[in-house]
């Protein structure tokens, strides 16, 4: 299986018994193929002294934090996570799909924001008209209001650089 | 305020994987590494790392995640990492948990007071 940068996916609702890389707060959510990695050896099997072959395609899937957090203060937040490709599936025939938004992905990060809106038709319109006036704001209320939230859910930035340091960090620290 | 499909839950979800769990705010407690922490970082190093290669970092994590509830809960994170290293090394056959205990009780010997000696 191959997904193309901004493909949507669905991040697979599976139940394993062993050791997975895959957050249990981002199962069964839909996010946007950002990026493909490369490819690994799976760490799923490496975890049981086993080859990890064959190695899995990695991916970078950001999730609209609305989408993943029903309460979620903000709309326009997003959260990137790094997922193998066993654990996602094309989100075809969806009505979530956000009608193939390939061109110019890689050469405009910006789009990646309102793409994953677009994932959410109804309210991306609704609130078209006003957001000229809240993004004046905005800053301000993320880094106070946002990273508060991020420490107690454990979703924020700095909880993602401590995972992948984390998982880095063994071998590689100092 | 987890939004997880509730047919997943609790058993199902692994006690490392915290992310949406009420849980307060994170209280950081950094501190310079202390010279316990140095040293399990050393020995983990020179397990993971050719030419030794005992286990993977993977593997590691695997099993710092599957330990009982209350060591999960109450061990400082270096103590997990040493605990991980302790439980690989015997999964592995490298020592048992007679040697190791051996080697615990022998060190007691060698470093208690001589009154407390019988």
């Known amino acids: 299986?191959?997904?193309?940068?901004?493909?949507?996916?669905?991040?697979?609702?599976?139940?394993?018994?062993?050791?997975?890389?895959?957050?249990?707060?981002?199962?069964?959510?839909?996010?946007?193929?950002?990026?493909?990695?490369?490819?690994?050896?799976?760490?799923?099997?490496?975890?049981?002294?086993?080859?990890?072959?064959?190695?899995?395609?990695?991916?970078?899937?950001?999730?609209?934090?609305?989408?993943?957090?029903?309460?979620?203060?903000?709309?326009?937040?997003?959260?990137?996570?790094?997922?193998?490709?066993?654990?996602?599936?094309?989100?075809?025939?969806?009505?979530?799909?956000?009608?193939?938004?390939?061109?110019?992905?890689?050469?405009?990060?910006?789009?990646?924001?309102?793409?994953?809106?677009?994932?959410?038709?109804?309210?991306?319109?609704?609130?078209?008209?006003?957001?000229?006036?809240?993004?004046?704001?905005?800053?301000?209320?993320?880094?106070?209001?946002?990273?508060?939230?991020?420490?107690?859910?454990?979703?924020?930035?700095?909880?993602?650089?401590?995972?992948?340091?984390?998982?880095?960090?063994?071998?590689?620290r100092r | 305020m987890s939004a997880a499909p509730p047919a997943m839950k609790s058993q199902i979800r692994a006690q490392n994987d915290l992310g949406g769990e009420p849980a307060g705010p994170v209280a950081p407690d950094a501190h310079e590494p202390t010279l316990f922490e140095k040293r399990v970082d050393a020995v983990f190093r020179l397990l993971v790392e050719p030419p030794v290669s005992l286990f993977t970092v993977d593997a590691q994590r695997r099993v710092f995640e599957t330990v009982p509830a209350e060591v999960y809960k109450t061990y400082k994170y270096y103590e997990l990492w040493l605990e991980s290293i302790r439980l690989l090394l015997i999964e592995k056959g490298v020592l048992s948990q007679a040697e190791i205990d051996a080697k615990i009780a022998a060190l007691d010997r060698a470093t208690a007071p001589a009154a407390v000696q019988r």
């Open chain 1, 1 to 172: 299986m191959s997904l193309r940068e901004g493909q949507t996916v669905h991040v697979k609702t599976m139940v394993p018994t062993g050791h997975c890389r895959t957050p249990y707060y981002l199962r069964g959510k839909t996010g946007t193929i950002e990026a493909n990695l490369g490819a690994f050896l799976n760490p799923e099997e490496l975890a049981y002294h086993k080859s990890g072959l064959p190695k899995k395609v990695l991916y970078r899937v950001r999730f609209d934090q609305k989408h993943l957090w029903p309460r979620y203060p903000v709309t326009r937040d997003t959260l990137v996570a790094d997922i193998y490709e066993h654990w996602l599936e094309p989100a075809s025939g969806t009505a979530k799909k956000s009608a193939a938004p390939e061109a110019g992905v890689t050469a405009k990060p910006k789009k990646a924001k309102p793409k994953a809106k677009a994932a959410l038709p109804k309210r991306a319109a609704a609130k078209a008209k006003p957001k000229t006036k809240r993004r004046v704001a905005k800053p301000k209320r993320r880094t106070a209001q946002t990273k508060r939230r991020a420490a107690k859910t454990g979703t924020g930035r700095r909880a993602r650089t401590r995972a992948n340091a984390r998982r880095t960090a063994p071998g590689r």
